[in-house]
């Protein structure tokens, strides 16, 4: 069965420190990812994708993520964090099981200290 | 880019009431939406898929009964939680599938506070 995990529940960086939250999947293909961020009381804002090609993908408010295949990995980073970006976040997959069901991960919520 | 719209933001009921949320693809035709749950500090947790025009696909633990879904047109479709108790106070979020290009991308409205006294 598919899975996401975000292994890292809670994460608290500097402003202008660099960033990495963690997300492995399981799926016996190559699935479909996503980045989603959550302000509180919010809905989900898509950050990127990666549906194929290039591993290393750009998103908005800066933030990129690398696809590993061999990791089963897709990441994301930012280089320097803004106070703004406190926020939840949630690694998704999707698979070709033509159900077109999104998977979540728990979620890792950022803390950005002044 | 495509936008999703929810009403209500917020609702609160009292015990035995039912509530209508309405979820809308305002600029795209949308063949399938999703209706989610959302507890506080937890992930999203997929209540049932719904195709225009079909019933819905209720995922295992989800009673049908107790959370209607109603996809109309293609690009309205309603959840109607009946007789709601204060377990269901929950943040309900939906989305859509765009129709046209096939593509595997879901489209999230802003979610929908509900609170049961």
């Known amino acids: 069965a598919q899975s996401v995990t975000q292994p890292d529940i809670h994460i608290t960086v500097s402003e202008g420190a660099s960033l990495e939250l963690r997300c492995n999947y399981s799926y016996g293909a190559t699935p479909y990812l996503f980045w989603y961020v959550q302000s509180p009381g919010q809905g989900l804002q898509l950050l990127l994708k990666y549906f194929s090609g290039d591993t290393l993908v750009q998103g908005i408010k800066g933030f990129e993520a690398e696809f590993k295949r061999s990791q089963s990995s897709f990441n994301l980073r930012k280089p320097s964090v803004h106070w703004s970006d406190a926020a939840e976040y949630f690694c998704?997959?999707?698979?070709?099981?033509?159900?077109?069901?999104?998977?979540f991960g728990t979620g890792t919520r950022l803390k950005v200290l002044a | 880019g495509a936008v999703v719209s929810q009403h209500p933001s917020r609702v609160i009921c009292k015990s035995g009431t039912s509530v209508k949320i309405e979820c809308r693809s305002l600029?795209?035709?949308?063949?399938?939406m999703f209706w989610y749950r959302q507890f506080p500090k937890k992930s999203l947790m997929l209540m049932a898929t719904?195709?225009?025009?079909?019933?819905?696909?209720?995922e295992q633990g989800v009673e049908k009964d107790k959370f209607l879904i109603n996809h109309a047109s293609l690009t309205l479709s309603t959840l109607t939680v009946t007789s709601a108790h204060p377990e269901d106070s929950s943040f309900y979020i939906c989305?859509?599938?765009?129709?046209?290009?096939?593509?595997?991308?879901?489209?999230f409205g802003p979610g929908t506070r509900l609170t049961v006294l």
């Open positions: 719904s195709n225009e025009g079909s019933k819905a696909t209720y």
């Open positions: 989305s859509a599938r765009a129709l046209a290009g096939g593509g595997n991308e879901q489209f």
């Open positions: 998704a997959v999707w698979g070709p099981s033509g159900t077109y069901k999104y998977i």
């Open positions: 600029d795209f035709q949308a063949t399938t």
